[in-house]
Structure formats: C-alpha cells, structure tokens
C-alpha cells in the first residue's frame, strides 16, 4: 500500500469502513447493472488458511479467461463495481505491477484478482462473525444469500462473465452454508505441510505487526485478521483455539490443526462440491492440476505458473511434538484424498 497517494488514502477510508454506506453503494450499483445481465452460473471458491497457495491457484483458474472475479481496480467501491467502473473511467490509470506487501515475490497490477468480497460479508454479516478477538462460524439466512446472489451477479455483469471466481480465506467461515445453498458451485481448499506454512504465518505476523496506519486499517477494512498487529484466530466449533505467544510456532500449528480440522471435516460431510488441492502435489504432479482444473470446470493450461515446493522443513527449535505430530497426520489425510 506505499505506492497509495494521500488522495487514495483519504478516498478508502471514506468508501471502505462504513457498513451503512457500504449498503448505500451496493443499492447504487444496481441502477448501473444492465438489466439484461444473465444469471451466473458454476462459481468457483478458493479457500483455506492463508499461505497455502490460494493465491497461484486462484490466478491459474482465473487465467482460463471463464470467470469474473474483483480485482485491485474495482477498489475502494468493491461494493459498486459497476457504477466505479463508469466512473473511475474519467480519470483511470495504469499502475505498473509491483510486488504485493506480503514480499513474497507475487506482482500485482489493477488487472489483478483479489480476495476483496469479504467487504460484502462484513457489510452485510459483520456483527455475527467478527469478534473483538476471534472470528467465528455463521449461518446464512435468506436475505443475505439472496444479496450475495445479486452482488455475484454484478460482478459478473461487470467483467461480462458467466461465472464466477473469488479467493478468500474467511470463506472457511460460511463455508458449509454455501456449499448447501450453492449445489452448482465447487470449493477448492488449499493445503499446505503444516511446518512449512505455520512458519510462513509467523513470518507475515511479525512482518505486518510493524505496519503503518493505513496499512493497517485497509487490513481491518478487507477483514484480513489473519496476521499483523490486529491478529484474530479462527474459533471453530470443536476445534482448538491457540494460547501460545503469536512469536512462537506453536500459536500458528495450533492454528493450523484447528481450520485443517474443521475444513477436513467440511470435506468429508459434503457431497462432492469440495475438494482439498495440496500444494506441494500440486507442484509436483502435472496431472493433479488437470484434475483440479476438472474439478472447476475449466480447461487446465499446459504452464500454470506453479513453482516448485520447497522440501518440507523440519520442525524448529521450541515446536511441540504433540502438535507437530498432529498437524502432519491431518495432513496426511488430506494427501490421501488427492490420490
């Protein structure tokens, strides 16, 4: 977010913190939505606890050209995207990529797709899920499944797409609701070694507990809690919550074995329309992309851009044993269902 001028700063914290105004605009946005815009069909979600790759997943399925999904330009009217995209017409620019906060080597440009919808469910939902220290399950009722059917289809709209695409880590929060009221929609679940990726979070934690304001208030406005000074676990139903410091592994493969517990078990009750993608196979084998791409219905590209997995790591210095045990054995079973 250093690349924001004053006048973007001041601009996202008009649009993006009130829910009231939030509503305001989504109610705007449907008199610039065209009236004849078909019903989207087939969506397609990215989900998982954050540094498992969801974002090179997302972006190899968005690079098959077949879905609508946010992107940095849509910002900070994520909940207009069609009257900001007249607008924002008059005075648009190109903004060269440059590498995201995270410093993990993944560019951005305007064109790029993000995982911004959560804006609608903290608009719309916020108060039965966001908690001063916790994020927590919820239910969906009628009347906000029926909104976020209208807002998928705006974006649809927006793009000229049928289908739709998003990345978003809280979405392991509403994920068995949706899975219900969506039958048609399919639910990618990133997967990472747990060693690997509890050492990736911490690293973020410390590296956004040094942030500036803005920095992190456009965190807190996106929902983003999942590391950084305003850090909020996920509090699961029957699953553990941390107690260790957030400066020790421990806290984050606490983490871990908690959303994986909960995300497997979401898996394991559904009825097809979820599906785990381990990273580290998915780097290593050509085919479990193609599988993958199956899965979402797209046709998988010969160069998804996947890296290589580094080798997984041993557990460091001061990490439990019971837990390193546990969160390679949740692991394995998620391995187990790719085969």
């Known amino acids: 977010m250093s690349d924001y001028s004053a006048i973007d700063r001041i601009f996202h914290r008009i649009v993006l913190p009130s829910s009231a105004f939030g509503e305001m605009l989504g109610d705007l946005d449907g008199a610039f939505t065209p009236k004849d815009a078909p019903s989207p069909e087939r969506p397609v979600y990215v989900t998982g606890l954050a540094r498992a790759g969801t974002t090179v997943l997302m972006r190899a399925l968005y690079g098959s050209g077949d879905f609508a ?3 940095y330009a849509d910002m900070p009217m994520v909940m207009a995207p069609n ?3 007249r607008l924002s017409r008059r005075f648009s620019k190109d903004r060269v990529a440059t590498e995201r906060a995270h410093g993990d080597g993944v560019f951005v440009d305007f064109d790029a ?23 927590i399950p ?39 609701a ?15 070694d747990p060693i690997a990726q ?3 979070l911490l690293n973020q934690h410390n590296r956004f507990a040094r942030a500036d304001a803005f920095t992190a208030a456009y965190m807190r406005w996106l929902v983003h809690h999942e590391f950084g000074a305003d850090a909020r676990p996920y509090s ?12 020790s592994i421990n806290y984050w493969l606490t983490l871990w074995i908690a959303c994986y517990g909960w995300l497997l078990n979401a898996i394991e009750a559904s009825s097809g329309g979820l599906r785990a993608v381990v990273y580290e196979v998915l780097c290593a084998d050509p085919e479990e992309w193609r599988r993958v791409a199956a899965f979402a219905c797209v046709e998988g590209s010969d160069d998804p851009g996947f890296r290589s997995a580094s080798p997984m790591p041993d557990a460091p210095s001061g990490a439990d044993s019971a837990l390193v045990e546990h969160a390679r054995a949740l692991y394995s079973r998620f391995e187990a269902l790719t085969s």
């Open 138 to 176: 919820h239910n969906l009722d009628e009347k906000a499944l029926a909104a976020y059917r209208t807002y998928v289809s705006r974006i649809c709209a927006r793009y000229g797409k049928k289908r739709y695409l998003a990345k978003n880590n809280n979405l392991m929060l509403r994920i068995n």
């Open 113 to 135: 797709p993000e995982a911004l919808e959560e804006v609608f469910w903290r608009v719309h939902c916020g108060q039965e899920y966001i908690r001063p220290d916790a994020l």
């Open 83 to 85: 009257l900001w995209a």
């Open 178 to 192: 949706l899975n219900k009221a969506m039958p048609d929609a399919r639910f990618l679940v990133a997967v990472r």
């Open 198 to 200: 509890a050492q990736s």
């Open 236 to 247: 699961l139903t029957d699953q553990p919550m941390p107690t260790a410091d957030r400066d």
């Open 69 to 71: 999904s946010l992107t």
